[in-house]
Every structure is written in structure tokens, then in C-alpha cells.
């Protein structure tokens, strides 16, 4: 029994031994979760990505958005913009026009659209609208509403952050980062090739698991966003086993301009740009909270701008038109049904009566 205390000690002060020889090597640190190891090189390089991605605090830039799944392809053209954490995202239709504006303020996720009406989404759900931060870009492969930059290069909690030898993309030499981050089951891994300079463009980005692989390519130009945001970005996304291609999207920034500084009422149900008299659901509390008087919500329908009077005095708004529209079909067809129910019924009897006796 002594004997096996000692060894145990002998092999712990070992491992310490070890564990000081290597957090001395220049460069390297051990991770505050005790279990990565920590390049500060490759960690500077990451936070370099972040801080010029965040010098951009506002603006507004216009973003054409290809997808193809499974062999059907989807396009959108949005307008953004941005102020800190909030945002506003208009799909424009034809001719420019507003299809659907969808907001997040840091908070709440908010949407309407004319023949969709007016929510308060579900955040953890999402909207089935581009709503992103587009500071983001080029920096991951998908695109959630909550995603910060820094939730993107992930190195806050990562088990392993180094650098690896350079290489040269599309004639570019660049810093090669690896990370390996922190996760509960299953293995991640996040490439980062940074080209040095002032604006540490990430020119290829790639993430890999047990099960996908995902590559994006960013194109930058001193046009766009003064080199600091890509003006295009490819992304192709295989089966890690296989490399079965399962999804293809691109973005092409159309405009850029970081000087734009959007007001806070943006990021609101003013941003929303709905008519008066909309009625506003919110699909976390299962109910309508209000309708829009043009200013703010209140309990009350409005008649125009500002002013309010009892539901029963006033016109139906959009929303309930569309509910008495759809109670009048479902009448409708209750009535159809009736009516036919009425004639064979009828028709049965007619014939029972008029049967000659055997």
C-alpha cells in the first residue's frame, strides 16, 4: 500500500514537472479551463480579426444571397442596417420594394410583412429570414441571429488555439490559426487562413466535425467597407465522410457604406414600418399585445396616428379582415356541406317513398 502512495506522488510531481517545462516554452499558456493549450501568436491573430470587424460600430450595406440545397436554388436581395448589436433586414421584392422587414435589438426579434402581419418571433427559433449581424461574414457558415464575431472565431473557451505552419491562398501567403473549441460530445475543428496587415482578412475559413465540413472563401476589395469586410464570399458545405456536397450558398455585397448611423427607433416597431391599426402577435406569450397607432402600441384600435377609440367603433384592420375572411370561407364550406348532406338525404327518402311494393 506505501509503495503505491509513493509512486502515485512520484507520477504527479511527474506530470507537474512536465506541465512547468511546457507552459515556459515562449508562445504558449495553458487555457483557463485547464485543458488547452493556448498559442498567443494565433490568439492575437484572432483578436485582431475581431477588433477590425468591430471598428465598424454602424452602417448599412445591400447583400445579394444565393443558396442551393438539394438542387433547388433560392435567392434574396436584403438591405441591412446595423448599430451595435441591432439590426433591420428588408427583403426587397420588385422594384426595391420592402417584401418583408425583419429587426433583432438585441433582445427581441420582430417582423412583419404585408401578407405576413406583424410578430414577435421566438428567438430561439428563428424567422426563416436572414437577420445576422453582417460584421460576421466570411467568418462562419451559418448565419444564426444571436452570432456575435466573437462567438464566431470561438478562442474564449477553446481547448486548443495554435498556429500552424503558413500557406498561400490564391497567391496570398497567410497566417494559418487552428482552433479547437470547447464541446460537450462529438469534434470540432476551426481553421482561420489570415492574410497580416492591418485589417487581418480572413481569406479562407473552414470548420469540420463528425459529420460536415464546411469551406468559405472571402474576396475582399479596399472598396468595400475599406478592405475590411469581403465583397464576396463562396461557401460549400460536403459530408466530412464521403465529402457528398449538401449545400452551396454565396453573397455578393452590392454597397457598403459604414458612414450610415441608423436611429435606435429603427431597431423597434417603428422599424417595422407597418400601417396604423396593425395588430402586433407575440408568439411567446400565445397573444396579440397591442396594435400600432402609428407610435406605439396600444390596447386599443386606432383611428389614424396617435389617437385611439373602442374596437367596436371603428373598421376592421388588416389582420381581422384576413380572420373574417377566413371564418367566411370556412362558413362557406360548412354551408356547401350541409346542403349536400340535405340533398342525398332527400334523395334517399324520395326514393324509399316512391318504391313499388313486392
Not at 64 to 87: K, N, P
Not at 173 to 194: S, T
Not at 286 to 303: C, M, N, Q
Request: glycine share 10%; hydrophobic share 40%; proline share 3%.
Amino acid at each position: 500500500m506505501e509503495r503505491d502512495r509513493r509512486r502515485l506522488r512520484a507520477n504527479c510531481a511527474c506530470i507537474a514537472l512536465l506541465l512547468a517545462i511546457v507552459s515556459l516554452l515562449p508562445g504558449w499558456s495553458f487555457g483557463a479551463n485547464g485543458r488547452g493549450a493556448i498559442d498567443e501568436t494565433a490568439l492575437a491573430l484572432l483578436k485582431g480579426v475581431e477588433a477590425a470587424r468591430l471598428t465598424m460600430e454602424s452602417g448599412r450595406v445591400k447583400l445579394e444571397i444565393t443558396r442551393r440545397i438539394r438542387g433547388r436554388e433560392f435567392a434574396a436581395v436584403v438591405d441591412c442596417e446595423f448599430l451595435r448589436d441591432g439590426r433591420r433586414f428588408r427583403r426587397l421584392g420588385a422594384g426595391g420594394a420592402s417584401r418583408v422587414t425583419t429587426i433583432y435589438d438585441g433582445e427581441r426579434l420582430l417582423q412583419y410583412g404585408e401578407h405576413l402581419g406583424a410578430y414577435v418571433r421566438h428567438l430561439h427559433r428563428g424567422t426563416g429570414e436572414y437577420c445576422f449581424d453582417p460584421r460576421i461574414i466570411g467568418l462562419n457558415y451559418q448565419f444564426g441571429e444571436t452570432t456575435k464575431v466573437s462567438s464566431c472565431l470561438r478562442y474564449a473557451n477553446a481547448r486548443v488555439v495554435r498556429l500552424d505552419p503558413s500557406e498561400v491562398i490564391r497567391g496570398v501567403e497567410c497566417a494559418h490559426v487552428f482552433v479547437r473549441p470547447r464541446v460537450d460530445g462529438g469534434y470540432q475543428e476551426l481553421h482561420f487562413w489570415i492574410r497580416p496587415g492591418d485589417n487581418f482578412q480572413v481569406l479562407r475559413f473552414m470548420y469540420r466535425s463528425d459529420y460536415r465540413t464546411a469551406i468559405v472563401d472571402s474576396f475582399y476589395s479596399d472598396d468595400t467597407a475599406g478592405g475590411v469586410l469581403p465583397y464576396r464570399v463562396s461557401t460549400e458545405v460536403t459530408t466530412t465522410e464521403g465529402g457528398v456536397v449538401v449545400d452551396r450558398s454565396g453573397i455578393d455585397v452590392q454597397q457598403a457604406d459604414m458612414t450610415v448611423k441608423p436611429s435606435l427607433e429603427s431597431f423597434g416597431f417603428a422599424g417595422l414600418e407597418m400601417p396604423v391599426g396593425e395588430a402586433v402577435i407575440d408568439e411567446v406569450r400565445h397573444g396579440r399585445i397591442g396594435y400600432w397607432d402609428g407610435s406605439k402600441l396600444t390596447a386599443e384600435f386606432p383611428v389614424s396616428r396617435g389617437q385611439s377609440v373602442p374596437l367596436d367603433a371603428v373598421a376592421p384592420n388588416a389582420t381581422q379582415r384576413r380572420a373574417t375572411v377566413l371564418t367566411t370561407l370556412i362558413a362557406v364550406n360548412a354551408a356547401v356541406v350541409t346542403g349536400i348532406f340535405v340533398v342525398v338525404l332527400f334523395r334517399r327518402r324520395r326514393s324509399r317513398s316512391t318504391r313499388l311494393p313486392e
